[in-house]
């Protein structure tokens, strides 16, 4: 495997604006506010960006798309390099254009309030038959929630997992939020197990607490090279390995077998990005991975490589994600706890620099120097991208 072009390209500013239920916002402010804010954290200006990755489209600019329309923002001047976003390769991909000279300094931002997520938000069609994509799940009556719980029961099915087991992580993630002062549901307080499996049952076996938040909120980052970043204001959080991969897995089909050994998209992106930093699993000491429901939490550790399929609720159970474990995850309280605002792919990634350089409080992992964020989509076969990072 060839090997990543290593400390080329660093993150050098991040920023999170107020993450909340029915923030009295656009999705447009938030954005502004994050770039802002990113660039801020970098200590550079609007006048030093010549990337941008805004994470998706918006209709007040889609007519030609959001890359033309944040060249306006940004000056009205060129920019030589442009991409609508996509999960953490948002990130990887700016790392390396800039490795190869393209650009200096890259913006990925993201900005939602006013919509929320998944069939319950969708529109009742007006028109006989409903003008949608073929392969849309809205012709079938599913969403997220459904797709997951079939996933869910199949894995409890096949592995003996119950749903305390999975009740584990919206615990432990609770326990993560309390300690983040920014947190949506850390000043709620705890949960127990017993909450989590008595809560309201959503789509069986995935009760209220198994699910994500649909939250409104906005994050930046800023990508740069390495003779800018090590002149901006915040140590360089260097991208040493990343990757991404796509399957089938798109809310509407999944592949047989279910859990396959070898794994799927989340094991190929995590395995090429292990390869490309040369280093092993053990050699992480933080990391921020995609917790949209409690049992993807699960499968996230199996599939990259922590332990073997159908060991992930051990796992788990057993502490290593906790803080003070042997990898702590999701210190910031993740999706399950902290926000989901839409596209909240690099709110891991925001927490994992956070905490390589050392500033989070009380929630803070000792010595943490390597850490890995991964986003995910269509469940850990549909579609992934991994993200190593380091200091010096």
């Not at 051990?314 to 042997?326: E, F, H, S, V």
Request: hydrophobic content about 40%.
């Amino acid at each position: 495997m060839t090997k990543f072009p290593g400390r080329q390209a660093a993150i050098v500013g991040v920023y999170t604006t107020e993450q909340g239920r029915g923030l009295e916002r656009t999705s447009f402010s938030l954005e502004l506010e994050a770039i802002k804010g990113a660039l801020a954290d970098a200590g550079l200006t609007v006048d030093d960006v010549d990337g941008v990755v805004p994470m998706a489209m918006r209709s007040m600019y889609e007519s030609h798309g959001p890359e033309q329309f944040w060249a306006t923002q940004f000056g009205g001047r060129p920019l030589t390099f442009a991409q609508h976003g996509t999960p953490t390769p948002s990130i990887v991909k700016p790392a390396l254009a800039i490795a190869a000279g393209m650009c200096e300094v890259v913006v990925v931002f993201w900005g939602k309030a006013g919509r929320q997520l998944g069939p319950g938000a969708t529109p009742v069609p007006t028109t006989t038959p409903p003008r949608v994509q073929e392969w849309h799940y809205d012709l079938f009556g599913g969403g997220f929630g459904q797709f997951y719980a079939l996933w869910a029961q199949r894995y409890m099915h096949e592995f003996g997992v119950t749903g305390e087991d999975l009740a584990e992580v919206a615990v432990i993630h609770r326990e993560h939020a309390m300690l983040n002062p920014a947190s949506v549901m850390g000043r709620r307080g705890g949960l127990t197990v017993d909450d989590v499996v008595s809560s309201r049952m959503i789509a069986s076996p995935l009760h209220l607490f198994d699910c994500a938040l649909d939250t409104d909120g906005g994050y930046a980052l800023v990508i740069a090279s390495a003779e800018v970043a090590r002149n901006c204001a915040k140590e360089p959080v260097w991208v040493i390995g990343g990757a991404e991969a796509t399957h089938t897995d798109f809310y509407a089909t999944i592949d047989d077998p279910w859990f396959p050994p070898e794994g799927q998209s989340v094991r190929r992106a995590g395995d090429i990005a292990f390869a490309q930093a040369g280093l092993t699993r053990g050699d992480i000491d933080v990391a921020g991975l995609y917790d949209c429901f409690t049992i993807t939490m699960v499968r996230d550790v199996e599939e990259l490589g922590f332990c073997a399929i159908g060991e992930g609720a051990d796992y788990i159970k057993q502490g290593n994600t906790r803080l003070g474990g042997a990898m702590p995850c999701n210190t910031d309280g993740g999706l399950l706890s902290n926000s989901h605002c839409g596209m909240p792919h690099g709110l891991h990634t925001i927490e994992v620099v956070r905490q390589l350089r050392g500033e989070c409080g009380q929630r803070q992992v000792p010595g943490a120097k390597i850490g890995l964020s991964l986003a995910q989509g269509a469940s850990v076969h549909g579609y992934a991208g991994t993200l190593i990072m380091a200091t010096d």
